[in-house]
Each structure stands twice: as C-alpha cells, then as structure tokens.
C-alpha cells in the first residue's frame, strides 16, 4: 500500500479530504515523519440504519400521553431512591 506524505500544516487544511482517503498519510513537521493518519470507513448504511431506528423510538417516546410521562418519572425517582 502505497503512503502518502504531508506536511502538519497541509494536512491540517486538507483534513476533511484525508478523511474520505483510501490511502494512509504520512505527517511530516521539518521533513521528519511525526505521525501517521489511517482513515477507517465505517459502515454507512448500519449508521444509518441505526439513527432511523432511534429516531422511531424518540418518536414512540414522544407520542406518550402526559399521564404515561408521570407514571415514568414516578418510577425513576422510586428506582434512584432504591439505588441509594
């Protein structure tokens, strides 16, 4: 695999290029290699797989009643207090 080379100050400019980068990098500060930058690409479609699940319980969430709300923080405060 083949290594790029940048300066810290370039890469610090070109950071949101290097993320999307196939390719690792080499940080260089006075032509001295000081770092090393390894993009990890994650799974985009469980990302968003997972946000949409979450926004579908907030939904639920928001969807109960006000009573539904009392009874929950009742049950809370009673889970705290037995918790200490």
Known sequence: M???KVGIRQFRAGLAEYIDSDVPIAIT???QTVGFFIPAHSD???DLAA???A???LDQLLDLQEGDIDVI????????R???
């Open 2 to 4: 083949v290594t790029q």
């Open 73 to 80: 923080v009742d049950e809370f405060a009673d889970l705290r």
């Open 82 to 84: 037995a918790a200490t």
């Open 51 to 53: 946000l949409k699940s």
């Open 55 to 57: 926004a579908a319980r």
């Open 44 to 46: 985009r479609a469980a």
């Open 29 to 31: 500060r006075h032509g």
